[in-house]
């Protein structure tokens, strides 16, 4: 099998590489020592059990979502045989406790697998964001602040709709990244259950099936792999599908969430939606006639849409603005209200 090819390695990034180098690429990259003078980070180069000290010093006491599994999935948190199911349970607890039983596993393979994921920073551990900041890079108006703690577990490959860079505080990891593209050959699980809210690949990426998944070949010569150590980073675009792995005993990542695009903007994961509703279920002459009209108007792949017009007319079809957008949602609402009524 060929060897993954590993992601664009930076050094010494500030806001001004980020923006104008980094980000212009549309492509994963590594950020060397981001975050390696976090006071976390060398709390977590101590031991664990420091980081976790240091960790409740900032928890506000309220449970949180965690996952919990056997130790045989080793590590894997994924769907059931009959892909109705998880092979993992859902529970609320208090971080504090949950820190406790990580550093009391260390050293017992048969230990259960479990992580706290995309945990609010705000709204659990208040304050720790003012001692640890890597948000230097980010100009978003709105960035989501998120903790994940665990040992070693294995989340499948999925996408985000927004940018990412996760930044690790203790541990190893390993991203593995693919363009938005590949999707066809990710072999996508069923949408309407997911482990987490994103659709995510069935191919277990650390030991791939070719003979059920065959296309996964095509997807894996474009693959680009991040090895992460404590104090790195990793910016991850949105879109990209990511297969992240937490290698140690002990693992503690902080990721920033956001969209280069003001708030008033909608979630392209509506259109689908709405698309389901509208578009899918047509005959195939159909769709494509809505596929030009969508690649025109929406997708301007050749040239700006409706150019030949005055500016003044062009309504709707112009630059988006709070007032385009709040008529908009009115007239879907309006749409929608009448068909359910």
């Known amino acids: 099998m060929r060897q993954p090819e590993p992601a664009a390695q930076w050094q010494d990034v500030d806001a001004e590489l980020f923006e104008t180098t980094i980000k212009p690429r549309g492509r994963p990259a590594v950020l060397h020592g981001l975050v390696r003078d976090w006071p976390a980070t060398n709390a977590g180069r101590t031991s664990p059990q420091v980081l976790s000290a240091y960790l409740k010093t900032f928890y506000s006491g309220h449970p949180a979502p965690s996952f919990e599994a056997p130790a045989a999935i080793q590590g894997r948190f994924f769907y059931n045989d009959s892909l109705d199911g998880f092979n993992f349970e859902s529970k609320r607890g208090l971080l504090d406790e949950m820190l406790d039983r990580l550093c009391g596993w260390i050293g017992n393979r048969s230990a259960p697998a479990l992580y706290a994921g995309s945990v609010s920073l705000p709204l659990y551990r208040p304050g720790f964001s003012d001692a640890n900041n890597a948000l230097r890079l980010v100009s978003a108006e709105s960035v989501l602040e998120s903790i ?38 990710l072999y996508v699980g069923p949408l309407d259950l997911t482990p987490a809210g994103q659709p995510v690949s069935l191919v277990d990426m650390r030991h791939p099936d070719l003979k059920r998944f065959p296309r996964f070949a095509e997807a894996l010569k474009v693959v680009e792999v991040a090895e992460l150590g404590p104090g790195d980073a990793v910016y991850v ?17 902080v990721n920033y969430w956001w969209r280069d695009i003001p708030d008033y903007f909608d979630s392209p994961s509506s259109s689908l939606l709405h698309c389901l509703l509208t578009i899918k279920s047509l005959p195939i002459e159909q769709r494509r006639r809505w596929r030009a009209l969508f690649d025109y108007l929406i997708f301007q792949s050749e040239e700006p849409a409706l150019e030949h017009l005055p500016l003044e007319v062009q309504g709707l079809f112009r630059q988006l603005t709070p007032g385009k957008a709040e008529r908009i949602r009115a007239m879907l609402l309006k749409q929608l209200s009448r068909k359910t009524s």
């Open 148 to 185: 994940w703690i665990g040992n070693r577990t294995c989340i499948a490959a999925h996408f985000d709709n927004t940018e990412n860079l996760a930044c690790v505080v203790a541990g190893r990891r390993r991203f593995t990244m693919f363009p938005p593209d590949q999707i066809r050959n």
């Open 237 to 253: 675009p949105a879109l990209w599908w990511h297969h992240v792995e937490a290698l140690d005993e002990f693992n503690v990542l």
